[in-house]
């Protein structure tokens, strides 16, 4: 395959990657209209995704090839408390307000990632972090801005939840170089349906967890599980080894178009004129920084500090 080809394939697999995750919140909406809470739905997700997820590992790599107990450990911690506390962060916020500017606001987490990485990794960004911040958090400002009383919460949830997720992902990054990415995954997801499992075990007052309790709200969390979190991750992880981690991360954004894209014509969902030119301003913050950090690293011959989805 020639290298326009290859790059050309890699950006399918990076779009078909933001598209299944940019549809995912309609049909979690869809299992939420039937009962489910994001506790219990997210239970059922990961779940499902870890068992089929093992199916694939052992299809492709077989009963061996384990990494030390130690990387196991840290990689299962990783789901148990990164993404589980993103999960609820992420998805109590979909419960919230509209799924289009939950996205919006999420997806200033790339900032974060290089602010991380400059603060743990000695990773010294390129300066035009600091425009690229100041537009991106006026851009979250500005998305804010237009939301009711009882979405206030929900703008919170899903705030933290980028700053969790973006030390996951800084986190996960270096973990995972440990292991293959099928493997890796495993764990994390095993661990992350281990805390949603012992959530919905205990019912802990305040904590709520109601499983789908609908053929509709099954099939909801099982489109969720494989489509959603499965094969998607699987065409980003193909799409980055293509195009690389920072053209990925770009084409990535797409993601935010399709969410909001789908809200609108099937949640009946709207933004705002200030919250759109709120998400130009967070997505163009993002692309600028990723742009800048990837003719940087090419520059100096390292890989960008911008980091990817792991697993949301």
Same mark, same amino acid.
């Given at each position: 395959m020639s290298a326009s080809s290859r790059r050309l394939? #890699? =950006?399918a697999f990076a779009l078909t990657s933001a598209t299944l995750y940019g549809i995912t919140p309609v049909f979690v909406n869809a299992a939420y209209d039937e009962g489910a809470d994001p506790s219990g739905l997210m239970t059922a997700r990961y779940a499902i995704a870890s068992v089929l997820l093992l199916g694939v590992r052992f299809a492709r790599v077989g009963t061996g090839g384990w990494p030390p107990r130690a990387v196991q450990l840290r990689l299962f911690l990783l789901g148990a408390i990164g993404l589980w506390l993103n999960g609820v962060c992420v998805f109590n916020a979909i419960d919230r307000m509209d799924s289009g500017l939950v996205m919006v %606001? *999420?997806?200033f987490y790339p900032i $974060? $990632? @290089? %602010? %991380? #990485? !400059?603060l743990f990794s000695r990773h010294r960004p390129d300066r035009v972090i600091w425009p690229c911040l100041a537009l991106t958090v006026g851009g979250v400002a500005l998305g804010a801005s237009d939301v009711s009383g /009882?979405?206030? $919460? #929900?703008v919170v949830l899903i705030v933290l939840g980028a700053v969790i997720y973006a030390g996951y992902s800084v986190v996960g990054a270096r973990a995972m170089a440990s292991t293959d990415v099928v493997t890796g %995954? !495993? *764990?994390v997801l095993? #661990?992350? /349906?281990?805390?949603? &499992?012992? $959530? !919905?075990?205990?019912?802990p007052p305040g904590l709520p967890s109601t499983m789908p309790a609908t053929s509709v709200a099954w099939l909801s969390a099982l489109e969720i /599980? @494989? @489509?959603g979190t499965i094969v998607a991750m699987g065409a980003f992880f193909a &799409?980055? =080894?293509? @195009? &690389? =981690?920072s053209s990925s991360a770009v084409i990535q954004t797409f993601e935010v178009l399709v969410t909001v894209t789908m809200g609108i014509v099937f949640l009946g969902e709207s933004l705002t004129p200030r919250q759109v030119v709120g998400a130009t301003m967070i997505l163009g913050g993002v692309i600028w920084l990723t742009l800048a950090e990837s003719r940087r690293a090419s520059g100096a011959h390292e890989s960008p500090s911008l980091e990817g989805h792991i697993a949301l």
């Open positions: 394939a #890699g =950006a %606001l *999420f997806y $974060v $990632v @290089v %602010l %991380l #990485g !400059w /009882a979405e206030t $919460v #929900g %995954l !495993w *764990f095993t #661990g992350c /349906a281990f805390s949603f &499992g012992t $959530v !919905w075990l205990i019912d /599980a @494989v @489509v &799409g980055m =080894a293509r @195009v &690389g =981690a």
